[in-house]
């Protein structure tokens, strides 16, 4: 069913207007090209009353799950593309944090929500960036059925790993991925204002039965 579009952004002041609503991340305003990636009911509810028929599946989360699927599996095959040609990309969840707002940058239809943006441009070889390090195949590889207990040991790991690279990179993060992660889902006013996510998706027009 294809439920997702992108939306191409290369003018500076909506490139600005978004790093605005996404905590004035500077990597929005300085990349040439900004992807914003969306799970698109629209299309289908247009089609559908194009041809006089009932779209009333639109209106299950069922639906909005796939359009959030969609997406995500698009951007990531733009990303292996993009990289493959010697493009660097930075993914921006930060667009979750003002829904309605970004909508009205991007002129969205209801049923159309923005899943993430994508930051595309070239690499600065004078600024080399390691890769992050992500969990040990042990703490998500299953075999048959999951085990929760069975990844601490990796995750222990794991940990050791990240705060080596945290304080390799200079970045402005304490302690380690466990301590890190934990305080982003502490409270609600952690989650930067997608804590409001379920009104916002209704406010633009996600029933989510």
Not at 37 to 60: F, I, K, N
Not at 98 to 125: I, M, R, S
Request: hydrophobic fraction near 45%.
């Amino acid at each position: 069913m294809q439920t997702w579009s992108v939306v191409a952004i290369e003018s500076p002041e909506r490139k600005d207007r978004l790093a605005q609503l996404a905590g004035n991340q500077a990597q929005i305003r300085q990349c040439p090209l900004f992807l914003l990636w969306l799970a698109d009911l629209a299309r289908l509810s247009h089609v559908a009353q194009g041809l006089r028929q009932s779209h009333d599946g639109l209106s299950y989360l069922e639906m909005f799950v796939t359009a959030i699927v969609d997406a995500a599996l698009a951007a990531q095959n733009a990303v292996v593309a993009a990289e493959s040609l010697g493009l660097g990309t930075v993914y921006i969840g930060a667009m979750r944090n003002h829904p309605e707002e970004v909508a009205k940058v991007l002129n969205l239809p209801p049923q159309v929500f923005t899943v993430f943006g994508l930051c595309v441009g070239y690499p600065d070889p004078a600024k080399p960036a390691a890769i992050n390090p992500r969990l040990p195949q042990p703490a998500i590889l299953h075999r048959e059925t999951y085990g929760l207990t069975e990844q601490d040991e990796a995750i222990a790991h794991y940990n050791a790993t990240m705060k080596a690279f945290y304080a390799d990179q200079k970045m402005d993060v304490s302690g380690n991925w466990s301590e890190h992660s934990t305080q982003r889902v502490a409270s609600a006013a952690a989650l930067s204002g997608r804590d409001r996510l379920k009104e916002a998706l209704s406010n633009l027009g996600f029933l989510l039965r």
